[in-house]
T-cell receptor
């Protein structure tokens, strides 16, 4: 058990809809990361938050946004969903600002767009 | 372009043998490199981190080498067991430690036959 909790485990919705994925990091970890994993693209970095502030950004679509709250949990919001957004979305956390630190992953949210 | 390449095909070995997985990168100058294990339907699990000034790192049956001249890391599992069967991912932070954003390789599927 990594200590990182993601909810929900599965999400099925339709094109054009909006969903929110939730992540609780390991106790004491200040950094939270979001990744997308699809069969054709592998594991892709989306965004990092450190202690409530955005720290780094990857190829995150404008339709996607995230935030980290004062209690350090994070949410990833996906809107105007398209079929191609179907993927596994992972949250990870690490200590401090994360530099030179391993990342601890949750078991993901599987998003299916019908 | 920037790339991280791992053994593109699955690696099949006999129980008790040493498995060697490769990770080659181009156009990056990472301060450190990490290896993760991923089982089907689960999040990646951190295994080892090696810094650019370390040539080799060991943990139990695992050994990682890092050659910044060749731009290559090798990951070895000695005395392999069927329980070692999984996908192994290498990952690096592309900006020399300024951020912990991780870029992942596509992974190598290891199958250890009893």
């Amino acid at each position: 058990d990594s200590g990182v909790t993601q909810t929900p485990k599965h999400l099925i919705t339709a094109t054009g809809q909006r969903v929110t994925l939730r992540c609780s990091p390991r106790s004491g970890d200040l950094s939270v990361y979001w990744y997308q994993q699809s069969l054709d693209q592998g594991l892709q970095f989306l965004i990092q938050y450190y202690n409530g502030e955005e720290r780094a950004k990857g190829n995150i679509l404008e339709r996607f946004s995230a935030q980290q709250f004062p209690d350090l949990h994070s949410e990833l919001n996906l809107s105007s969903l398209e079929l191609g957004d179907s993927a596994l979305y992972f949250c990870a956390s690490s200590g401090g600002d994360g530099v030179n630190q391993p990342q601890h992953f949750g078991d993901g949210t599987r998003l299916s767009i019908l | 372009s920037q790339k991280i390449e791992q053994n593109s095909e699955a690696l099949n070995i006999q129980e008790g043998k040493t498995a060697t997985l490769t990770c080659n990168y181009t156009n990056y100058s990472p301060a450190y490199l990490q290896w993760y294990r991923q089982d089907p339907g689960r999040g990646p699990v951190f295994l080892l981190l090696i810094r650019e000034n370390e040539k080799e790192k060991r943990k139990e049956r695992l050994k990682v080498t890092f050659d910044t001249t060749l731009k290559q890391s090798l990951f070895h599992i000695t005395a392999s067991q069927p329980a070692d069967s999984a996908t192994y991912l290498c990952a690096l932070s592309p900006y020399g430690g300024a951020t912990n954003k991780l870029i992942f390789g596509t992974g190598t599927l290891l199958a250890v036959q009893p």
